[in-house]
């Protein structure tokens, strides 16, 4: 498999071919299917035992999402409003949605 390409937003992956050897296809990938929770609040576990909640705004295909209203719990007594963050994908644990969908 080589290096993913992304154009115009979608990402795909070079793998070789089973059908003809010695050719390559592209494979699109999916990214995550986070629309349903668009502008609903989301508690978030970050890795290095960290914890978030906030307004989902918005997301890209690395699962990097931008949150609004966001607050960090430092410990279960005490809390920080840092307002809107881009949180990256890759450091995510888990997920919750506070909200009716």
Do not use: H, W
């Not at 920080?80 to 969908?101: A, T």
């Amino acid at each position: 498999m080589e290096p993913c390409k992304n154009y115009d937003g979608v990402t795909f992956t070079l793998m070789k071919s089973a059908v003809s050897p010695g050719q390559n296809t592209m494979v699109k990938t999916a990214g995550p299917d986070l629309k349903r929770y668009m502008d609903k609040r989301l508690s978030l576990k970050l890795n290095g035992n960290r914890k978030v909640s906030g307004v989902l705004r918005g997301f890209d295909q690395f699962m990097n999402v931008t949150l609004d209203e966001t607050i960090e719990e430092v410990s279960t007594t005490e809390s920080n409003r840092i307002g809107m963050v881009v949180i990256r994908g890759n450091s995510i644990v888990q997920f919750e949605c506070l909200e009716r969908i």
